[in-house]
């Protein structure tokens, strides 16, 4: 589904607390896996002096390399998924929009392949959701939320990225309430971080819904 020229307008107007989204929003479940993925998997040092860059580059190119061995290997599927939505982050970072989407679009490949072996697994259908949201795909990324939501109804984070995927991207902020309602229902006692956010997006939208931007109807002239 294409964006509405308001809706692309929403969106820019709100790149910052967009970008936040991100980090903030999806990057734990990210931040887990790349955890386990540099403190216990075994890999090849990256070059001396590479910055960012040159590592999230290398590293798609060593999980690209290993799958072609072994194309059905969950762990790289998902790592590869990963390091391409990582990629989109960094992009998105230096206001490389082109190049943003054309990564998160690339993530949701290897995140696919990964749920055909496992299809239950919420965190990559969330990711691949964000993923399908970032890269204008916003079909798959309505369907890949509410498979999340189906698949685990007590996934806090699979309503709350929804929720901002209702209100930027659908423009539906009445849903989006619905869903952060959800999390701070929910209330996961470990992530406490993740309710307060839902409450503040809540508040911020519930009066921006009570109270409408006004604007000036008093007939201008014309030339």
């Known amino acids: 589904m294409a964006k509405s020229r308001n809706t692309s307008q929403r969106i820019r107007r709100n790149k910052r607390l967009v970008y936040f989204v991100v980090i903030i929003g ?3 479940l990210l931040l887990s896996s790349g955890l386990a993925y540099f403190g216990s998997a075994p890999r090849a040092q990256t070059p001396a002096g590479a910055g960012e860059l040159a590592e999230l580059q290398y590293r798609i190119s060593q999980y690209e390399q290993s799958l072609e061995s072994t194309p059905g290997n969950l762990y790289l599927l998902t790592q590869l998924g990963n390091s391409y939505y990582q990629l989109g982050v960094y992009y998105s970072s230096n206001n490389d929009e082109a190049r943003s989407s054309e990564s998160f679009g690339k993530a949701m490949e290897p995140y696919g392949k990964a749920l055909e072996i496992e299809p239950d ?3 990559v259908r969330v990711d691949r959701a964000v993923c399908a949201f970032w890269s204008d795909n916003y079909d798959i990324a309505e369907a890949e939320f509410e498979t999340a ?3 685990d109804p007590t996934h806090a984070k699979a309503f709350f990225n929804y929720g901002i995927f209702l209100y930027l991207g659908l423009n539906r902020p009445t849903e989006a309430l619905e869903k952060w309602n959800a999390v701070i229902e929910l ?4 992530d406490p971080q ?3 956010n839902a409450r503040n997006w809540f508040n911020a939208v519930e009066e921006e819904l009570s109270n409408p931007p006004q604007f ?8």
């Open 194 to 196: 993740l309710v307060a």
């Open 187 to 190: 209330n996961p006692l470990d």
């Open 26 to 28: 999806v990057g734990a």
């Open 121 to 123: 697994d919420v965190n």
């Open 149 to 151: 939501i189906a698949t």
């Open 216 to 223: 000036d109807t008093t007939p201008q002239p014309q030339n």
